[in-house]
Structures are given as C-alpha cells and as structure tokens.
C-alpha cells in the first residue's frame, strides 16, 4: 500500500522568512496530493491540493511542488506569520474521492517566531 | 461547500462500554466515508473505508469485530467503538468525498474519546 513520508517534523522559522516541508510517496498510481494545516485539537483544513498532471500550483503565500518522477512534493510558504504556526500535514490518494483512501504523512510542526 | 457533521465533539465513556460516533454528510451524498484515528501528536492513521450498502473495508491491524462500521444511507456513517478500553482513547475524524466529484475530501470535526 501507500506510505507516505514527511520531513521535517518540526521547522522552526522567524516571521517573514519562508519554510519548506518535503514528502515522499512510494505508490506511483497516487495522482493526488494534498496539503493540511491541522490545529490543536481541530479538524484538518486543507489549504492546496495537486493532481498528477500539474507540476506546480501557487495560492498567494503557499505554492506546492510535485515531481513525479522522483515522487516527491513540497510545500513552500513565504513571508511566514504568527498565525502560520499549526501542523502541516501532506497526503497522496490514487483514485477520485469515491475510492482513494488519503494517507498522511506523520506532519511537521511549523512555529514561526514574531 | 460540502459540509460533514460529526457527533459527538467528545465522549468520555467507562471501560467495557461502545460508544457510537455518527459522521452524516449534510448537502451532498457521500458513497463512501474515511474512518481516521489521530494519537496525540501524530498523524491520521486510516482506520477503515465505509463504503454505502456494503461491509467496510479495513486497514491492516484494525480489528473489525472491535471497530464496527456501518453506512446504511448515502448521507450517514457510524462508528462504533465496542468494549471500549483507555488505549481507544483518542481522536476520531471521519472523511467523505462528493459522489459527483472527482478528489476533494471534507473532513468532520472530530470526536475526542476518552475511555476511563
């Protein structure tokens, strides 16, 4: 099955500065690939997604990377804030929404410091 | 958007008893739903795959008998924890995903167990 491996586990940053969390899949039928920002006792909240057929996609502050080849992506946010500070969380699913089951990877913890 | 209620929030239930977690999709139908559990401070680990007018499909490791799904409708999904004991405590968050869409996964918000 699918495994998802996510690093850093935590990424500790000074406002303003950008941070990068990085994650690998291992199954190459994976076409989905989305990002989560989860706070303290809080239900995921997504904040970007990519499909297979894109390389990279950007919202404003955050953009993700996805390499599919070496099956890898990445999430980058620039001029970080306070408020960024939560668990990031990546995850890879194979199929549509009706069948492919998402799996996480095991989250970073992002603090930005004012 | 695609709305998933989840009840309830939390739960604090003696050993030895089930508790039952109900996930409904509220504006759309959902033919299937995620069961996760999240530790603290780790991540979403998949539980099972509710799946509409059929027998859920389990992750390895999660006992079925322990763990018992049902999805009976297109808008409503139940957990249920059965002889419940304090290392079930945790986060419980159920997924669905629009039947008409294609990706896009609307989280619940979550029930906190707590088994004393």
């Known amino acids: 099955g699918e495994n998802v491996e996510q690093h850093p586990s935590t990424l500790s940053v000074q406002e303003g500065d950008s941070a990068v969390i990085k994650c690998t899949y291992s199954d190459s039928a994976s076409n989905y690939f989305p990002w989560y920002k989860q706070e303290l006792g809080k239900r995921p909240q997504l904040i970007i997604d990519i499909r297979s057929n894109v390389g990279e996609k950007k919202d404003q502050r955050i953009a993700v990377t996805l390499n599919k080849t070496a099956k890898h992506f990445s999430l980058h946010i620039t001029e970080t804030q306070p408020e960024d500070s939560a668990v990031y969380f990546c995850?890879?699913?194979?199929?549509?929404?009706?069948?492919?089951?998402?799996?996480f990877g095991q989250g970073t913890t992002l603090q930005v410091k004012p | 958007g695609a709305v998933v209620s989840q009840h309830p929030s939390r739960v604090i239930c003696k050993s030895g008893t089930s508790v039952k977690i109900e996930c409904r999709s509220l504006?759309?139908?959902?033919?299937?739903m995620f069961w996760y559990r999240q530790f603290p401070k780790q991540s979403l680990m998949l539980m099972a795959t509710s799946n509409e007018g059929s027998k859920a499909t389990y992750e390895q490791g999660v006992e079925k008998d322990k763990f018992l799904i049902n999805h009976a409708s297109l808008t409503l999904s139940t957990l249920t924890v059965t002889s419940a004991h304090p290392e079930d405590s945790s986060f419980y968050i159920c997924?669905?995903?629009?039947?008409?869409?294609?990706?896009?996964?609307?989280f619940g918000s979550g029930t906190r167990l707590t088994v004393v």
């Open positions: 995850a890879a699913s194979r199929g549509s929404s009706n069948t492919g089951k998402l799996i």
């Open positions: 997924s669905a995903g629009e039947t008409s869409a294609n990706y896009g996964y609307t």
């Open positions: 504006d759309f139908q959902a033919t299937t």
